[in-house]
């Protein structure tokens, strides 16, 4: 079976910081991998996605994060951190032999000192 | 247009009510699904619909009973829920479901609260 997990419940970093969201899979196919963020009261955006290709993806608002398929990682990473970055992230795989539906991760909540 | 909307954005209900939460889309997805998220918890699959055919039921109690009246539209019915039933009610869609590279598109959310 197919499962996700993200290393810290909360990461707390400075504006201006470097911002690292970390996220391992378990899959025995080749997997197919998601980051959405959510904002307070809000639904769930795709920040970017790995499906096949180049390992280094880049999403919106400056976030873009690299598949290791040798350490089974797919870390979030933005260079510098803005206040409005404050919100949860959750890292999906995608469980191909259960009909294609979302695996999600626990979820990280990131907050932004100034 | 790349919008999922839900209504209504609140709602308050009683045990013995019956209400219905309403989900659409117009990006010619064919898979739609209904989730459950409690607070600081990931999205829980509840239903997803493939083609308008009900494909997965993640064992949900009968008190929640889900409908697609046509590819653009998705509800799930209320009846006689329980005060543990009160949470985020998000509808997402996706072009197609099963070959699992298709991103899911999210709405905003219900904000269901059962006294």
């Known amino acids: 079976a197919q499962s996700v997990t993200q290393l810290g419940s909360h990461v707390s970093v400075s504006e201006g910081a470097l911002v690292l969201l970390r996220c391992n899979y378990s899959?025995?196919?080749?997997?197919?991998l998601f980051w959405y963020v959510q904002y307070p009261n809000q639904g769930l955006q795709l920040l970017l996605k790995?499906?096949?290709?180049?390992?280094l993806v880049k999403g919106i608002n400056g976030f873009e994060a690299e598949f290791k398929k040798s350490e089974t990682s797919f870390h979030l990473t933005k260079p510098s951190a803005h206040m409005s970055d404050a919100a949860e992230y959750f890292c999906a795989v995608s469980a191909l032999r259960e009909g294609g539906k979302l695996i999600f991760g626990q979820g990280t909540e990131l907050s932004v000192k100034p | 247009d790349t919008e999922v909307t839900q209504t209504p954005k609140h709602l308050v209900m009683g045990m013995t009510n019956k209400k219905s939460l309403k989900c659409e889309q117009h990006?010619?997805?064919?898979?739609m699904y209904w989730y459950k998220q409690k607070a600081k918890k990931p999205p829980e699959l509840m239903f997803v619909y493939s083609y308008e055919k009900l494909s997965i039921n993640e064992s949900v109690p009968s008190r929640f009973s889900p409908e697609c009246p046509n590819s653009s539209l998705l509800n799930l019915h209320l009846h006689a829920l329980q005060p543990e039933d009160s949470a985020l009610y998000l509808c997402?869609?996706?072009?197609?479901?099963?070959?699992?590279?298709?991103?899911?598109?999210f709405g905003p959310g219900t904000r269901l609260t059962v006294l």
């Open positions: 997402a869609s996706s072009q197609e479901g099963k070959r699992g590279y298709n991103e899911q598109f």
């Open positions: 899959s025995s196919v080749p997997p197919y």
């Open positions: 790995y499906t096949t290709g180049a390992t």
């Open positions: 990006m010619g997805h064919r898979a």
